[in-house]
Nanobody, 114 residues
Framework: QVQLVESGGGLVQSGGSLRLSCAASRSIPSSDVMGWYRQAPGKQRELVASITSGAQTYTESVKGRFTISRDNAKNTVYLQMNSLKPEDTAVYYC?????????WGQGTQVTVSS
């Protein structure tokens, strides 16, 4: 079992920045996927960014603005979000796939005001 605990969400003005953190309760191999999804009201949950073995992937709408990183020593994955837009408003969920299981965090709200 793995517990994922997110932090760092909040309210920010358009153009601002936030950094999300997700701490795992145990070590997750760097070769396993960790990432961030988001779900806006009335919309499906979508992948924002993922990282595995150092390789990063991003959904098109956040490329150049968001950066995912991982500190394996701290069992933590981060999402640095810059140049935030109102359309980035959503609940952001940490995600991990390890040992054949999929784990989710409880979610953290990000609200970007115009």
């Amino acid at each position: 079992q793995v517990q994922l605990v997110e932090s760092g969400g909040g309210l920010v003005q358009s153009g601002g920045s936030l950094r999300l953190s997700c701490a795992a309760s145990r070590s997750i191999p760097s070769s396993d996927v960790m990432g961030w999804y988001r779900q806006a009201p009335g919309k499906q949950r979508e992948l924002v960014a993922s990282i595995t073995s150092g390789a990063q992937t991003y959904t098109e709408s956040v490329k150049g603005r968001f950066t995912i990183s991982r500190d394996n020593a701290k069992n933590t994955v981060y999402l640095q979000m810059n140049s935030l837009k109102p359309e980035d408003t959503a609940v952001y969920y940490c995600h991990a796939e390890t040992s054949g299981w999929v784990y989710w965090g409880q979610g953290t709200q990000v609200t970007v005001s115009s």
